[in-house]
């Protein structure tokens, strides 16, 4: 089985960092010229700092969140400190791409899915060969 044709490209990278530095993080990437839309998703227990247009997300666990996203990037800050804590694929279909990475022994952490007004966002994170990855399907250009 081999995934559809469509809209693949490597769309982010994302950064995973303590919440104590999180602004002067994104002060220093504002200053190179990113344009870093602040979000704040309480089900995963993530502040987000992202520029999909120029390929970089910054996330920060919610301080005292039980999600478990936020246990996740807690445990990778933990282990590694500041650094990339994912990179990005948009895939035509994050369940049938994720079907092709468990044939080569992928693992996956979560899964995230949001819809509404005519727009969805499906993510798959997960891990392949050590390579941490997340699967996006979505409609947000």
Same mark, same amino acid.
Do not use: C, K
């Given at each position: 089985?081999?995934?559809?044709?469509?809209?693949?490209? #490597?769309?982010?990278?994302?950064?995973?960092?303590?919440?104590?530095?999180?602004?002067?993080?994104?002060?220093?990437?504002?200053?190179?010229?990113?344009? #870093?839309?602040?979000?704040?998703?309480?089900?995963?227990?993530?502040?987000?700092?992202?520029?999909?247009?120029? =390929?970089?997300?910054? +996330?920060?666990?919610?301080?005292?969140?039980?999600?478990?996203?936020?246990?996740?990037?807690?445990?990778?800050?933990?282990?590694? =400190?500041?650094? +990339?804590?994912?990179?990005?694929?948009?895939?035509? =279909?994050?369940?049938?791409?994720?079907?092709?990475?468990?044939?080569?022994?992928?693992?996956?952490?979560?899964?995230?899915?949001?819809?509404? =007004?005519?727009?969805?966002?499906?993510?798959?994170? #997960?891990?392949?060969?050590?390579?941490?990855?997340?699967? #996006?399907?979505?409609?947000?250009?």
């Amino acid at each position: 089985m081999t995934v559809e044709p469509g809209p693949l490209r #490597l769309h982010h990278v994302t950064f995973a960092v303590a919440l104590e530095r999180l602004e002067t993080v994104t002060q220093f990437f504002t200053e190179l010229g990113f344009v #870093l839309e602040p979000a704040e998703l309480s089900e995963p227990g993530l502040h987000i700092r992202l520029d999909w247009q120029r =390929g970089i997300e910054l +996330i920060s666990p919610i301080a005292g969140s039980s999600g478990s996203v936020a246990a996740s990037v807690n445990e990778f800050l933990d282990r590694h =400190g500041d650094g +990339i804590y994912t990179v990005v694929i948009q895939v035509p =279909g994050a369940s049938a791409a994720e079907s092709v990475a468990e044939r080569y022994g992928a693992t996956t952490r979560y899964r995230f899915h949001l819809e509404g =007004g005519g727009t969805h966002v499906d993510e798959n994170e #997960l891990s392949v060969f050590g390579i941490p990855l997340t699967l #996006l399907d979505t409609n947000i250009p």
